[in-house]
């Protein structure tokens, strides 16, 4: 499970996410209802748990499968737009792909996505024509990662 996804569930079920470097918590109104320790991987019951509540039972589910999802499939690939580097040109241009056509270009333009593609995967990045991927090397263009 991704933690984007655990973190949908939670909020859907109307509870407060929060993650940081050691743990993960599960909240609502200020009390803490769950706790993921993400170095042993155990899961500590708050003591605003008074009641086990459909709600509760769906995020601790979903916690549980979380802490059993191997590590590096829990977070999200990143994703990145080669632009153009801005000591080059004053204008901020996005590499674009053509998906019908599979033909590269630069665009300022938001496309319509379904036809074209601006943002990529660093698998992607690492399938771009030899010319792309040697201006990249140069400094000509640059990988900006995308949230």
């Known amino acids: 499970m991704k933690t984007s996804e655990l973190k949908r569930i939670v909020e859907e079920n109307e509870f407060d996410f929060k993650k940081t470097k050691k743990f993960i918590y599960i909240s609502f109104s200020y009390l803490e209802a769950m706790k993921l320790d993400l170095q042993d991987h155990s899961i500590t019951l708050g003591d605003g748990v008074k009641l086990v509540t459909d709600t509760i039972k769906n995020c601790m589910v979903a916690l549980i499968e979380y802490s059993l999802t191997p590590l590096n499939e829990r977070e999200e690939e990143k994703k990145y737009r080669i632009i153009v580097d801005n000591t080059i040109s004053q204008l ?3 590499l674009t792909l053509r998906v019908t056509k599979n033909t590269y270009y630069f665009s300022l333009f938001n496309d319509n ?3 074209f593609q601006r943002i990529f995967t660093q698998q992607e990045i690492d ?7 040697g201006a990249i090397l140069c400094g ?4 900006v990662e995308v949230e």
């Open 92 to 94: 901020n241009d996005c």
């Open 140 to 143: 000509f263009l640059r990988k």
């Open 127 to 133: 399938n771009f024509p030899a010319e792309i991927k």
């Open 113 to 115: 996505e379904e036809l």
